[in-house]
């Protein structure tokens, strides 16, 4: 059919059959838009989003995904990799070299606007590409970039620049690490169309590949977010994902801590010291997010009295499962890894056990700062 139109926000083709489907939008504005030829259009869902800030859910068909995914082997591309430097380990993409073929790929870290402002880009590079490695990942190229205050796009933008003179390229990422952002900002900074893809707190966002045409025969293409189980962020409504989500540069916060000490992140994470000499644990969290210091034998307690009123967020708990821990003993000064709230930094050989709701983006990395 030729009066197929395609929501310009998330690239869905819009449709009046099914409101709970990607590209909905109710019959008598679609038959506008037809009669109108109005191409300029957005589904309910992304017009919602841009202007009152609110979700919907849709169902989106994995299986298309995996196919798109599997077809980026076959052809000449260059991969684009988003990550979110704030929620790293989380949101590399392990599994890229499967679906990739022989396409080189980089890696761009995003949201570099929350490190602290002293940080070195070079240490981080460094930091990242070992990390990558250590999953069978390795970039052909790192760049930092934060795309929403429109940073450091300058060498990323030539590069693609180039090299989008023999080839397509793809964007690819978890939902939530910006991509969309960091689309909408390459595309700004390159020409005049303005805002074309939906962005949002919301992780899956991105329902369906967008092709950008480059003026030379090439495309830029956004592909889905992808989801995983590992990010808090798809359990969490709209207003307990904006505590969470740093807006400014992280200020890190320093408790001194002794065995038998317990820190709330919130509802949504905690640590027990368990074993170790007294000594100071540095907490990199949303500047608005809640930490509470109390002692672990009142901790269990503290808790269940608290969650979802002192403890929030989060605000609602129907939706959240238990926190459920695991304990580390690094034998370096390490970072743990509250996934989607932030890290702890903690010196080396102190014994310690942390929580997250059914241990969702729990883990550890060498120190990063
Ligand atoms: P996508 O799901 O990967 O397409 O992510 P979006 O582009 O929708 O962005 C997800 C969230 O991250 C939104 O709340 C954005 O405002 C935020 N975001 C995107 N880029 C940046 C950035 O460079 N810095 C910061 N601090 N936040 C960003």
Not at 106 to 121: A, C, E, H, M, T
Not at 242 to 259: D, F, G
Not at 294 to 311: I, M, P, R, V
Request: proline share 5%; glycine share 6%.
């Amino acid at each position: 059919m030729d009066d197929k139109i395609i929501c310009i926000g998330c690239g869905s083709v819009l449709q009046s059959d099914e409101i709970n489907e990607a590209g909905y939008l109710p019959a008598k504005r679609l038959k506008d838009a037809i009669d109108t030829e109005d191409n300029d259009i957005y589904c309910q869902r992304c017009f919602r989003l841009r202007h009152y800030n609110e979700i919907m859910p849709v169902a989106i068909d994995n299986d298309d995904f995996l196919a798109l995914l599997n077809s980026l082997a076959e052809k000449k591309a260059l991969i684009v990799n988003v990550v979110d430097l704030f929620d790293f380990t989380n949101s590399l993409l392990s599994s890229l070299t499967r679906f990739i073929g022989n396409n080189d790929f980089i890696l761009v870290g995003n949201k570099f606007d929350l490190f602290p402002k002293n940080s070195r880009q070079s240490k981080i590079k460094d930091w990242m590409r070992q990390e990558a490695n250590r999953v069978g990942l390795f970039p052909k190229k790192i760049f930092l970039v934060s795309a929403k205050k429109q940073k450091n796009l300058a060498n990323l933008i030539s590069y693609l620049d180039k090299r989008s003179q023999e080839q397509d390229v793809y964007f690819v990422g978890m939902t939530n690490v910006g991509k969309s952002t960091l689309i909408n900002a390459i595309i700004n900074q390159m020409g005049d169309i303005k805002d074309l893809i939906t962005t949002s707190r919301f992780p899956g966002t991105t329902l369906d590949k967008i092709e950008i045409p480059l003026g030379n025969s090439h495309f830029l293409v956004d592909t889905p977010g992808i989801m995983s189980e590992n990010q808090l962020a798809t359990r969490l409504n709209a207003r307990d994902l904006a505590v969470i989500s740093p807006q400014k540069p992280m200020k890190p916060a320093t408790y001194q801590l002794r065995p038998g000490n317990t820190l709330f992140l919130a509802g949504l994470g905690r640590i027990d010291y368990l074993k170790g000499e007294p000594t100071s644990f540095t907490v990199y969290v949303a500047r608005d997010l809640y930490v509470h210091r109390t002692k672990t034998e009142n901790a269990d307690e503290f808790y269940l009295k608290h969650l979802g009123e002192l403890l929030a967020p989060p605000a609602n708990t129907t939706n959240l499962p238990a926190l459920k821990g695991q304990e580390f003993h690094p034998s370096v000064k390490s970072d743990l890894l509250f996934g989607g709230i932030g890290f702890i930094t903690v010196p080396a050989n102190c014994l310690v056990k942390i929580y997250t709701p059914n241990r969702i983006g729990l883990g550890i990395r060498r120190a990063l700062i």
